[in-house]
Nanobody
């Protein structure tokens, strides 16, 4: 089994920052891609950012220049640094990994941007 544990969500004011973390544990073997997705109420889940084992990154258009994804392969952990947050960033953020052709998902962490 694979477990993904997300942390770092919460309430932040517009313009503020948060850092999300997601640690993978269990039957871990050569994680290929690690990423973050989000889903706001009434909207479909969308890509926020993803990073390959080699360090290549992709970002959703709405977060480019504000969010930064990174990973620590030794700790099987992926991070998402979120800066200049706006109300439109309010959503449940999900961690996901791809490993040996399978995708695994965390339970999600709520991020709320509000004054």
């Amino acid at each position: 089994q694979v477990q993904l544990v997300e942390s770092g969500g919460g309430l932040v004011q517009p313009g503020g920052s948060l850092r999300l973390s997601c640690a993978a544990s269990g039957s871990i073997f050569r994680i290929n891609v690690m990423g973050w997705y989000r889903q706001a109420p009434g909207k479909e889940r969308e890509l926020v950012a993803r990073i390959t084992s080699g360090g290549s990154t992709n970002y959703g258009d709405s977060v480019k220049g504000r969010f930064t994804i990174s990973r620590d392969n030794a700790k099987n952990t992926v991070y998402l640094q979120m800066n200049s947050l706006t109300a439109e960033d309010t959503a449940v953020y999900y961690c996901s990994i791809q490993m040996i052709g399978n995708s695994y998902w965390g339970q999600g962490t709520q991020v709320t941007v509000s004054s």
